[in-house]
Every structure is written in C-alpha cells, then in structure tokens.
C-alpha cells in the first residue's frame, strides 16, 4: 500500500490501476485514508472519489498543492 496518509490535505497527482485494469493518471485532493480507501476529489471533474490505496501506483505532491480554497 502506497503512503498517502501523508498527503491527506494536500493536491498530489497519482497513477491509478482501475478495476478494469486500465491505468489512468489522475489529480486529486486528499481528504481521508481509512479502511484501505483514499477519500478524495478529483480536480478533473471535481467529484468526490474513493480510490482503493492498493491500486494507486505512484503518488507525488503537486507544488504548491496545499489545500485550495475557493
């Protein structure tokens, strides 16, 4: 399981291994990691998202990517 507790409000940009099986690379806000689950939005579509934290494949900060408030 990739480290994403130590990102929980902050913007980081993850590689993500879908149920399909399809990688995608994503933008997120964190906002929880409980139970496996990343709580997240997606900046893309600004939707709330869980992404399972054994899917993620690569996770780094964005710079500058405190949480951003409207």
Known sequence: ???VEKYIGRIVEIIYLDR???VTQRRIEVHAVRGGL???TCL????PRAFRASQILACS???GGGSHAS
């Open 1 to 3: 399981m990739r480290r």
């Open 20 to 22: 399909k099986g399809k």
């Open 38 to 40: 990343v709580r997240a």
């Open 44 to 47: 893309t579509s600004g939707a």
């Open 61 to 63: 900060p964005v710079k």
